[in-house]
């Protein structure tokens, strides 16, 4: 059983920046293809990248493309994402999860505000 | 841009069937993906590769896809099944990005 925990709440203000983790445990970050998501206050899920085995690179919706980096320590097994140039549109709760988002992190809430 | 068209909301009475469809072109050619998210909580897969059930997900959730549309089929829907349900593709593009649908709120009442 994999178990994803992510870390915790995070404040920024705008044109900073945002990293979160994810740790792994049940499993071995290199036996999975790790991807983010995040979710606006009362609105739906929107994906933001992950690794796509097939080509052997991380992929990032285009959206983000520029601003968002996604790495992986396999010493730690642990993953994260790192947003760049906050806005107060990028308040959301980020959860990062395994491929086919087969299993979740508990989500990690990044507000942006002055 | 891709896009993966649900209906806003779906309600039905305890008991019923309910039915969550998502439209998108590439359909026929990728598989789709269901996702139950209650308030406050992570979401939850609960179908994936457009029939397969995970794990602990109750036989009463089931998938299909036909042509350009997926559906979601909860048969006999419980009260606690009430929540927003949400369907997850990749285009046919060839540049391996994926996209949610916007999401369905499921009423159960």
């Known amino acids: 059983q994999v178990q994803l925990v992510q870390s915790g709440a995070e404040v920024k203000k705008p044109g900073a920046s945002v990293k979160v983790s994810c740790k792994v445990s049940?499993?071995?970050?290199?036996?999975?293809?790790m991807h983010w998501v995040r979710q606006a206050p009362g609105k739906g899920l929107e994906w933001m990248g992950g690794?796509?085995?097939?080509?052997?690179?991380?992929i990032y919706a285009q959206k983000f493309q520029g601003r968002v980096t996604m790495t992986e320590d396999t010493s730690t097994d642990t993953a994260y994402m790192e947003l760049s140039s906050l806005r107060s549109e990028d308040t959301a709760v980020y959860y990062c999860a395994t491929d086919q988002l087969y299993y979740w992190g508990q989500g990690t809430l990044v507000t942006v505000s002055s | 841009s891709y896009e993966l068209t649900q209906p806003p909301s779906v309600s039905v009475s305890p008991g019923q069937t309910a039915r969550i469809t998502c439209s998108g072109d590439a359909l026929p050619k990728k598989y789709a993906y269901w996702y139950q998210q209650k308030s406050g909580q992570a979401p939850v897969l609960v179908i994936y590769e457009d029939s397969k059930r995970p794990s602990g997900i109750p036989e009463r959730f089931s998938g299909s896809s036909s042509g350009t549309m997926a559906t979601l089929t909860i048969s006999g829907a419980q009260v606690e099944d009430e929540a927003d349900y949400y369907c997850y593709s990749t285009d046919s593009s060839g540049n391996h990005s994926w996209v949610f649908g916007g999401g369905t709120k499921l009423t159960v009442l």
């Open positions: 690794f796509d085995p097939e080509d052997g690179e991380t």
């Open positions: 049940g499993y071995t970050l290199t036996e999975l293809s």
